[in-house]
């Protein structure tokens, strides 16, 4: 020892050995991965979500009607949980107490709706008179598979917004302010609600077709635990004709949606589209008469060519020369796509009208940089307004099931289905408020078509046996062979001249947990 501690090389050497066999061990030990350093992929069932439903829009029927609808599959027999809905609280103005409107998350407000504590049944409560986000919690099996969503339906119109959940970051594409064939925007808002137990601090960027624009009222936005904020972003989107909106959090995370009016008539919710991407897919765009139109926002700091083709009924006659094309030209098919040119940090738009034909389909979008992407639908001269918006499809391993939280009574419901890839087949389940569930039907999408089907269509469904159908009931869409897919759906809902479309996305029973390299630390939504 006294030799080792003389020698000033020995104890650098005793250290260097003792390393080298620890992590000797340790390397062959290691699990076998086709990656070193590697762990191996696992799922695990969600035990807790949240979803936040805005308030209702106000709207000059008398008779409308607003409901939320909630439904998580029953998975095992075993399953149970809870979900229950509370109130989000206004924000309070600058003049007001903060300290005695402060509450954790909701906790001290009354309950919207029963509390529910079975999965496999349809929760649904009246929000007609909500004057505030309402914000849903589930537990245990209730928080696996769990899809919900907002209708406000009268005589002659229908909006549905999905409920989102928190987080760091939601876009969305839309019109703008001004256009010279009068597809614009009146008034916009952002409908932003924190229903975490923690602050969070929000700002609003905005892509015009001139560049960003932005305020300091959209900037640093604080809102408390249980807090939520209506911002107008009117001034904000003028003189552009087509926009992307990015809500985001520096601290803490927020749901946002955004209410559209336009200068036209229409009012609708613009669905949330899924986060930039240089391939994306746009289901749901409906048939028939009016403008139907693609906004694109490229949120880089690079030019973006985004070339779009559309997918209908009929499969397209694919030549597939393509074949370098001006701007503008081609006939919208997979080997002659339209081009568009996105400048950097801005957005642009395409009219879809003529690549339709007035038939229902799905836009598929191939860029060379990361784009947004949305549509919007507009009939009987603007006094309706539909949004759909790019989003995950149906695809296996785990993205295999999707939810449709309530099929309304009187109201028309079709789901438009888009399989850009491969033959895909997806079974509709049709499920009431007591768990009673109705006759399956296969739906069978052929590779590079749109299929439409729902009650009325040659693959419709039935409600179940026995219920009341002024219950609603809610459909679970799965996928039914585990290689096909992916299918990009949306919900299309009709009430006399009224038009609303929501894109329908997964709600897996198990999320995959990320993939850990050299790490005992990984984080899970």
Same mark, same amino acid.
């Given at each position: 020892?006294?030799? %080792? ?127 505030? *986000? ?19 339906? *009268? ?21 703008? $302010?001004?256009?010279? &064939? ?56 003028? *003189? ?44 749901? %765009? ?36 393509? $074949? ?40 598929? %979008?191939?860029? &060379? ?11 009987? &001269? ?33 789901? %438009? ?16 408020? $007591? ?91």
């Amino acid at each position: 020892m006294r030799l %080792i501690m003389e020698n000033r090389f020995s104890l650098f050497g005793l250290v260097t050995l003792a390393l080298a066999a620890l992590f000797g061990i340790a390397f062959v030990s290691r699990p076998v991965t086709a990656e070193l350093g590697t762990s191996e992929i696992g799922t695990v069932r969600p035990e807790r979500a949240v979803q936040v439903c805005p308030a209702p829009h106000e709207t000059s029927d008398d008779d409308a009607q607003s409901s939320v609808s909630a439904f998580a599959p029953r998975v095992s027999r075993d399953d149970d949980g809870e979900l229950w809905a509370v109130p989000i609280r206004p924000a309070p103005e600058d003049d007001e107490d903060e300290e005695e409107n402060d509450t954790e998350g909701g906790a001290e407000h009354e309950l919207v709706g029963e509390e529910l504590t079975e999965p496999g049944l349809v929760w649904s409560t009246d929000t007609t008179d909500a004057g505030s *986000s309402t914000a849903i919690h589930a537990q245990d099996a209730l928080a696996s598979g769990l899809g919900s969503a907002q209708t406000t339906v *009268s005589d002659g119109a229908v909006t549905e917004v999905q409920c989102v959940e928190p987080t760091i970051g939601t876009w969305f594409a839309l019109p703008g $302010g001004h256009d010279p &064939d009068g597809v614009e925007l009146d008034t916009l808002s952002a409908h932003v609600s924190n229903p975490e137990d923690f602050r969070a601090t929000v700002s609003v960027d905005i892509y015009t077709a001139d560049g960003p624009s932005y305020s300091p009222e959209s900037r640093g936005i604080a809102l408390g635990p249980g807090e939520s904020v209506e911002l107008d972003l009117t001034e904000l989107v003028q *003189s552009t004709p087509a926009i992307g909106v990015h809500v985001r959090t520096s601290t803490g995370r927020v749901a946002a949606s955004l209410l559209a009016e336009h200068a036209s008539g229409g009012t609708d919710w613009v669905n949330p589209a899924a986060p930039p991407a240089e391939e994306a897919v746009l289901p749901g %765009i409906p048939g028939g008469d009016g403008v139907r139109r693609l906004l694109l926002a490229a949120p880089g700091d690079d030019p973006v060519e985004a070339h779009v083709h559309v997918l209908t009924e009929e499969p397209a006659e694919d030549d597939g020369e393509g $074949g370098e094309k001006e701007d503008g030209d081609g006939t919208g098919v997979p080997g002659d796509p339209r081009v568009v040119h996105v400048p950097p940090a801005a957005s642009a738009w395409l009219t879809l009208e003529g690549l339709l034909g007035g038939e229902p389909g799905t836009v598929v %979008i191939e860029a &060379d940089g990361p784009v947004v992407a949305g549509a919007v639908a507009e009939i009987d &001269d603007g006094s309706e307004t539909a949004y759909t918006a790019a989003v995950e499809p149906l695809s296996p391993p785990l993205d295999t099931a999707a939810i449709l939280p309530d099929v309304p009574d009187g109201v028309d419901t079709e789901v %438009i289905a888009g399989a850009p890839e491969h033959d895909t087949s997806v079974m509709a389940t049709p499920i009431g408020a $007591g768990g009673d569930q109705g006759d399956a039907v296969k739906v069978e999408i052929p590779a590079g078509t749109t299929h439409v089907f729902g009650p009325g269509s040659d693959d419709a469904w039935e409600p179940p046996p026995g219920i009341d159908p002024k219950d609603g009931y809610a459909v679970r869409l799965d996928l039914v062979e585990e290689d096909t897919g992916p299918v990009y759906m949306a919900r299309v809902l009709r009430s006399g001249d009224g038009l609303s479309v929501l894109p329908v996305r997964p709600a897996p029973v198990e999320v995959a947990l990320p993939t850990v390299r050299n790490s005992m630390v990984g984080v899970a939504p």
